[in-house]
Structures are given as C-alpha cells and as structure tokens.
Nanobody, 127 residues
Framework: QVQLVESGGGSVQAGGSLRLSCAASELVSRFYCMGWFREVPGKEREKVAT???????DYADSVTERFTISEDKATHTLFLQMDSLKPEDTAMYYC?????????????????????WGRGTQVTVSS
C-alpha cells in the first residue's frame, strides 16, 4: 500500500495561486496513475487532474488552463499548481494513486478506481 501525504493547502483570494504537494512512500509498479481529486460537503469526490506514469495528463474542464499536474519521480512527489483560483475551487483536495500491470490508455476519472489516498488538504478561495 502506498502512503500519500498532501500539503500546501490554505486560504487565498480569488485570482491567487497555490501549489499542492503529495509525498508518496513508493510506487512499486512500472505503470501507475496518480491524481488530484476534490470534495465539498454534500457532493461526490470529483477528479481535478490525473497523471499517467509516462507523463500523460488529463484535466477536468473546470480547471483546464488554470491548474497543472506534475511529478518529481526522483522524490516520488506529485504536485498541483493552481493559478487563477476561483471561489468555486474551494474544497478538500486529495491525492490518489493506483498501480497496474499494464499501461492504461487513460487514467481513471472515477475516485472509486483509485486504491490509495491521502488524508486531504483544505483549499479555501475567498471572493
């Protein structure tokens, strides 16, 4: 099981930026997907961005061109650079990971298909 620890959340005004980090204990498989999801009370956890082990990325329409997902393979760290933040980006942000024996065409966009989760970091954007 992969241990994931998020950091970097906080409070910011609309238009500001934050950078989230997710430290992973290890990723033993050659093929994996990692992602950022977010959740607000009363709503389902939704995909923000995913990253495949070969670097392919995918974003929710609501964050395209504002958020950037990346990783540092040397330190097993996943990042989410969030720019031009909006009040509707306010949520608890979670890091997730899942490993595979083969390369998937695209990483899953459904939270339930990820096996490992961090405890989350809160992002609050005020207007």
């Amino acid at each position: 099981q992969v241990q994931l620890v998020e950091s970097g959340g906080g409070s910011v005004q609309a238009g500001g930026s934050l950078r989230l980090s997710c430290a992973a204990s290890e990723l033993v498989s050659r093929f994996y997907c990692m992602g950022w999801f977010r959740e607000v009370p009363g709503k389902e956890r939704e995909k923000v961005a995913t990253l495949r082990s070969d670097g392919k990325t995918d974003y929710a329409d609501s964050v395209t061109e504002r958020f950037t997902i990346s990783e540092d393979k040397a330190t097993h760290t996943l990042f989410l650079q969030m720019d031009s933040l909006k009040p509707e980006d306010t949520a608890m942000y979670y890091c997730a990971a899942v490993s595979y024996s083969v390369m998937l065409r695209i990483c899953p966009g459904v939270a339930g298909l990820y096996s490992d989760w961090g405890r989350g970091t809160q992002v609050t954007v005020s207007s």
